[in-house]
């Protein structure tokens, strides 16, 4: 306490000794190593005191500017605190303290400097600074994210609620200074360097996952409006660096879904901020209207980069719908207008030149992953937007490039469309869009590569030909067919067989009379090209054998189908019995349920 040069010395020579716990790279996961620094029971007598006016002193010289004694100094003692939180069991004590306000006072003063900056006056003595901040942000992190559960979420590692619950130490308690200390980082930054905004970004993520208490009170109007407006102004780049202000947007976007899957694990007296506010101004960002936009800003690149963010956003929705609360998730997304916004990008992406198919392919992504497993969701798509209007969108957009159209698939399927045998028909809507499109498409090996997985899929178990039928795909299939001068004769005979299928199902005398006449050719003596198949196919359809040649059945395939029936009121005599024959179709297999409890039927 007397000789500051000793006091200097000494936390010289315990840095040194523990400097590999000096990380500070969020993106990088933490290391294990097997010793650890020392709980505070076990430094000198009354040092916590001393470093706490030591680190007093520096903030009341900041205003007048540091001396580089005292710079070097303050630095050294974020370094020590850095090092006594790689101790868990130190980060409670050390978090009661007042030196996380004290840092977060001289961060924020530095910040101010750094923003100050201009590309002219950027000079050698911004390195101090600077480094002092990024040591700052990792004492934060220390603090308020001691198992790192961020940087192994942004690894691509999500620990489940188990993992979490058994984490014995519990995050230090968010000083109340971080949410004005974020919200003023980002007033005025345009001069502030991007990897310190990934810095202050990634800090964020931190205290989100690294507790709900902290979480919940970090998440608040003003940090919600940051992240908006440093998500609006990713499409800006001006001549910064492509890759950092593309890394910082996947940034924000991250941190937005740990926002939203905090939210969702919470009651409605504990948040700041409704899910459904969040959305609102997400959407609205997402569907901003560039026609508003000066001449200057509306050039190809800004396109480019536009259309960029707008895809990471759509990719964005899906990771959010990836949670266990998905059935929640979905209902506010549907309150959000979510299908409208969707359907209206679609729309409004005519107007750019490029990269539309990209912006196609993430839209149908997320209006799959917000429809996954929901029959009411996909009720609501039906009624609000319907397949027959998204069918005339994708269509404007030009002629759809097999990514696009395995997009459709996999929406059918809820899954991955090549999985055939593993996954039936989820979204009957989407395959019936498909048919209708085969005629338009000019490419031959594009309306071969779908007949033929349609007819895989669509035959695979007697619940696809059920779903397919009751979805009249049979006329849609005889009215594809009409179009026979721009189909594939490979394709057409893919139909025919798929038809063959349907109709030994059901076909009703409706259906059957749309076949015949669609043998008819304006020259009599001249036979219809699909006569050979088309007959082919009608005896398949007439051809019963074995148990397949039922004709009237209930189909008991949902987990909740039954048959009810009136009670007996009089019974006739001492008992009675009953006779039925059960068909057990192969069950599809949800390679997200293979390892829980399988379900089985029962007779009662």
Same mark, same amino acid.
């Given at each position: 306490?007397?000789?500051?040069?000793?006091?200097?010395?000494?936390?010289?020579?315990?840095?040194?000794?523990?400097?590999?716990?000096?990380?500070?790279?969020?993106?990088?996961?933490?290391?294990?190593?097997?010793?650890?620094?020392?709980?505070?029971?076990?430094?000198?007598?009354?040092?916590?005191?001393?470093? $706490?006016? #030591?680190?007093?002193?520096?903030?009341?010289?900041?205003?007048?500017?540091?001396?580089?004694?005292?710079?070097?100094?303050?630095?050294?003692?974020?370094?020590?605190?850095?090092?006594?939180?790689?101790?868990?069991?130190?980060?409670?004590?050390?978090?009661?303290?007042?030196?996380?306000?004290?840092?977060?006072?001289?961060?924020?003063?530095?910040?101010?400097?750094?923003?100050?900056?201009?590309?002219?006056?950027?000079?050698?003595?911004?390195?101090?600074?600077?480094?002092?901040?990024?040591?700052?942000?990792?004492?934060?992190?220390?603090?308020?994210?001691p198992y790192r559960n961020w940087r192994q979420r942004?690894?691509?590692?999500?620990?489940?609620?188990?993992?979490?619950?058994?984490?014995?130490?519990?995050?230090?308690?968010?000083?109340?200074?971080?949410?004005?200390?974020?919200?003023?980082?980002?007033?005025?930054?345009?001069?502030?360097?991007?990897?310190?905004?990934?810095?202050?970004?990634?800090?964020?993520?931190?205290?989100?996952?690294?507790?709900?208490?902290?979480?919940?009170?970090?998440?608040?109007?003003?940090?919600?409006?940051?992240?908006?407006?440093?998500?609006?102004?990713?499409?800006?780049?001006?001549?910064?660096?492509?890759?950092?202000?593309?890394?910082?947007?996947?940034?924000?976007?991250?941190?937005?879904?740990?926002?939203?899957?905090?939210?969702?694990?919470?009651?409605?007296?504990?948040?700041?901020?409704?899910?459904?506010?969040?959305?609102?101004?997400?959407?609205?960002?997402?569907?901003?209207?560039?026609?508003?936009?000066?001449? $200057? $800003?509306?050039?190809? #690149?800004?396109?480019?980069?536009?259309?960029?963010?707008?895809?990471?956003?759509?990719?964005?929705?899906?990771?959010?719908?990836?949670?266990?609360?998905?059935?929640?998730?979905?209902?506010?997304?549907?309150?959000?207008?979510?299908?409208?916004?969707?359907?209206?990008?679609?729309?409004?992406?005519?107007?750019? #030149?490029?990269?539309?198919?990209?912006?196609?392919?993430?839209?149908?992504?997320?209006?799959?992953?917000?429809?996954?497993?929901?029959?009411?969701?996909?009720?609501?798509?039906?009624?609000?937007?319907?397949?027959?209007?998204?069918?005339?969108?994708?269509?404007?957009?030009?002629?759809?490039?097999?990514?696009?159209?395995?997009?459709?698939?996999?929406?059918?399927?809820?899954?991955?469309?090549?999985?055939?045998?593993?996954?039936?028909?989820?979204?009957?809507?989407?395959?019936?869009?498909l048919i209708q499109w085969l005629p338009e498409l000019?490419?031959?090996?594009?309306?071969?590569?779908?007949?033929?997985?349609?007819?895989?899929?669509?035959?695979?178990?007697?619940?696809?030909?059920?779903?397919?039928?009751?979805?009249?795909?049979?006329?849609?299939?005889?009215?594809?067919?009409?179009?026979?001068?721009?189909?594939?004769?490979?394709?057409?005979?893919?139909?025919?067989?798929?038809?063959?299928?349907?109709?030994?199902?059901?076909?009703?005398?409706?259906?059957?009379? &749309?076949?015949?006449?669609?043998?008819?050719?304006?020259?009599?003596?001249?036979?219809?090209?699909?006569?050979?198949?088309?007959?082919?196919?009608?005896?398949?359809?007439?051809?019963? &054998?074995?148990?397949?040649?039922?004709?009237?059945?209930?189909?008991?395939?949902?987990?909740?189908?039954?048959?009810?029936?009136?009670?007996?009121?009089?019974?006739?005599?001492?008992?009675?019995?009953?006779?039925?024959?059960?068909?057990?179709?192969?069950?599809?297999?949800?390679?997200?349920?293979?390892?829980?409890?399988?379900?089985?039927?029962?007779?009662?």
């Open positions: 306490q007397k000789d500051p040069d000793y006091l200097k010395l000494w936390l010289d020579s315990f840095v040194s000794s523990y400097e590999q716990f000096l990380d500070l790279d969020f993106e990088k996961l933490p290391t294990r190593v097997d010793d650890i620094p020392p709980g505070i029971s076990l430094l000198p007598d009354n040092i916590l005191q001393v470093l $706490r006016l #030591q680190l007093l002193q520096c903030v009341q010289k900041m205003s007048d500017g540091l001396e580089e004694q005292q710079q070097a100094l303050s630095l050294l003692l974020v370094k020590f605190f850095i090092i006594l939180c790689r101790n868990l069991a130190n980060v409670e004590e050390i978090g009661m303290c007042s030196y996380i306000n004290h840092v977060i006072t001289m961060t924020t003063l530095y910040i101010q400097q750094l923003k100050s900056k201009t590309k002219e006056k950027e000079v050698a003595d911004q390195t101090p600074m600077e480094e002092f901040v990024r040591h700052a942000l990792a004492f934060c992190e220390s603090l308020y994210d942004i690894a691509g590692r999500f620990l489940s609620t188990v993992e979490k619950s058994r984490q014995k130490y519990k995050p230090a308690s968010l000083t109340v200074e971080f949410v004005p200390f974020f919200y003023q980082c980002f007033q005025e930054s345009e001069h502030l360097k991007e990897s310190l905004k990934c810095c202050l970004l990634h800090l964020f993520g931190a205290i989100v996952a690294g507790g709900q208490r902290n979480a919940l009170q970090a998440v608040s109007p003003a940090t919600m409006e940051v992240l908006m407006r440093v998500l609006a102004d990713c499409d800006n780049w001006d001549d910064r660096n492509p890759e950092e202000v593309s890394r910082k947007a996947e940034l924000t976007l991250k941190c937005l879904t740990e926002v939203v899957h905090i939210l969702l694990t919470s009651s409605s007296d504990q948040r700041q901020v409704e899910t459904s506010t969040i959305l609102e101004n997400y959407f609205k960002l997402l569907n901003s209207d560039h026609s508003a936009l000066p001449n $200057r $800003r509306r050039c190809r #690149q800004w396109e480019s980069r536009f259309i960029a963010l707008q895809i990471q956003m759509l990719n964005t929705i899906t990771a959010m719908l990836d949670c266990t609360d998905r059935p929640v998730l979905q209902a506010i997304f549907l309150n959000s207008n979510c299908f409208e916004h969707l359907i209206r990008l679609l729309q409004n992406c005519k107007v750019f #030149q490029g990269h539309l198919d990209c912006l196609a392919v993430s839209t149908i992504q997320a209006l799959t992953a917000v429809m996954h497993k929901s029959p009411a969701a996909k009720e609501v798509f039906k009624e609000r937007i319907g397949y027959a209007h998204m069918y005339e969108v994708l269509k404007s957009l030009g002629q759809p490039s097999r990514e696009l159209l395995e997009e459709l698939m996999n929406m059918a399927v809820e899954g991955d469309h090549m999985a055939v045998g593993i996954l039936g028909i989820s979204n009957v809507q989407p395959l019936l869009l000019e490419s031959h090996d594009l309306q071969i590569f779908i007949s033929s997985w349609l007819r895989q899929i669509c035959c695979i178990n007697r619940q696809s030909r059920a779903t397919c039928v009751n979805a009249n795909m049979v006329i849609c299939i005889i009215e594809t067919l009409n179009s026979h001068s721009v189909l594939h004769c490979t394709c057409a005979e893919n139909l025919i067989a798929l038809l063959g299928s349907l109709g030994s199902q059901s076909m009703g005398s409706e259906e059957l009379l &749309q076949l015949i006449q669609l043998l008819r050719t304006e020259e009599p003596k001249r036979a219809h090209p699909y006569v050979v198949p088309v007959m082919r196919a009608i005896l398949a359809m007439a051809r019963k &054998q074995g148990i397949a040649s039922a004709l009237q059945y209930f189909n008991l395939y949902h987990s909740m189908a039954g048959i009810a029936v009136p009670s007996i009121h009089k019974w006739p005599g001492s008992a009675f019995s009953f006779n039925a024959w059960l068909c057990l179709d192969q069950d599809r297999v949800d390679p997200s349920t293979t390892s829980k409890t399988g379900k089985r039927k029962q007779l009662y």
